[in-house]
T-cell receptor, first 114, second 110 residues
Framework: NAGVTQTPKFRILKIGQSMTLQCTQD?????MYWYRQDPGMGLKLIYY???????DKGEVPNGYNVSRSTTEDFPLRLELAAPSQTSVYFC?????????????FGQGTRLTVV | SQELEQSPQSLIVQEGKNLTINCTSS?????LYWYKQKYGEGLIFLMM?????EEKSHEKITAKLDEKKQQSSLHITASQPSHAGIYLC??????????FGTGTRLKVLA
């Protein structure tokens, strides 16, 4: 049971480039989330999904896009990367009852935009 | 929108000392989660509290949720270097959004 898997673990992007951060979970969770964590700060919710085909914005969605074509996968797309998007990105998933269970996290993707 | 605020933001303690981290919500909590993050790594689930007045313990870590379900505390007894890391509280903010506190960075000096 792999849990939540994120790829890549590290990436350096030039300003204006695009990339997709991959996230997949094998626990059949309906809920999936993308967070960013800036140095010395807590987690900020970027986007979340409550099931395949359903996504919604979190606190800091600007500059990002997501899709959820399957239950397992929840990729995060960065278009026109900016230095302000330098951060560590975490993907998470949880069961369908949001008040009754914890979220499981991937190991993170450390992104630097130069 | 609901927010979680943690205090203190950072903490440095001598090994063997006790410490407490607080998490305060702007709205009633329907589930409060504590996570630990080692530097540069993902989050590890510690424990979940749901009922007002609930208290849970795991090894030397005890978490409590107050009766009004708006504040939680995490207490570490006889701290060790292995306790070092960032502690985050998390909660569901309604409409399926899972939010986190600002985090508390803990250093334990040997």
């Amino acid at each position: 049971n792999a849990g939540v898997t994120q790829t890549p673990k590290f990436r350096i992007l030039k300003i204006g480039q695009s990339m997709t951060l991959q996230c997949t979970q094998d626990m059949n969770h309906n809920y999936m989330y993308w967070y960013r964590q800036d140095p010395g700060m807590g987690l900020k919710l970027i986007y979340y999904s409550v099931g395949a085909g359903i996504t919604d914005k979190g606190e800091v969605p600007n500059g990002y896009n997501v899709s959820r074509s399957t239950t397992e996968d929840f990729p995060l797309r960065l278009e026109l990367a900016a230095p302000s998007q330098t951060s560590v990105y975490f993907c998470a998933s949880s069961y369908s009852n949001p008040t009754g269970t914890e979220a499981f996290f991937g190991q993170g993707t450390r992104l630097t935009v130069v | 929108s609901q927010e979680l605020e943690q205090s203190p933001q950072s903490l440095i303690v001598q090994e063997g000392k006790n410490l407490t981290i607080n998490c305060t919500s702007s709205k009633t909590l329907y589930g409060l989660y504590w996570y630990k993050q080692k530097y540069g790594e993902g989050l590890i689930f510690l424990m979940m509290l749901q009922k007002g007045g609930e208290e849970k313990s795991h090894e030397k870590i005890t978490a409590k949720l107050d009766e009004k379900k708006q504040q939680s505390s995490l207490h570490i007894t006889a701290s060790q270097p292995s306790h070092a890391g960032i502690y985050l509280c998390g909660a569901f903010a309604g409409t399926y959004k899972y939010i986190f506190g600002t985090g508390t960075r803990l250093k334990v000096l040997a």
